[in-house]
């Protein structure tokens, strides 16, 4: 199970997606275990189409909670 502070949502309007480094991203083509951090640059979300600024973590540094 990975951590709040390894699991990123996306936030734009309307999306709320959840990057989980467990399961990576099918669509993207990202293997299980990947970290957020360790996606590629051109990474998009898979609902939305948003780019990687658009994500925050769950809790940690840089968390939309602590913002
Ligand atoms: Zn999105």
Known sequence: MA??????QCQ???CGYIYNPDKGDK?????KGTRFEDLPEDWK?????????N???LAGPG???EA
């Open 55 to 57: 994500f925050k973590p």
């Open 63 to 65: 968390s939309a909670k």
């Open 3 to 8: 951590n709040p502070e390894d699991m990123w």
């Open 12 to 14: 734009t309007v309307n």
């Open 27 to 31: 669509k993207g083509k990202i293997s």
């Open 45 to 53: 979300c898979p609902i939305c189409g948003a780019t990687r600024k």
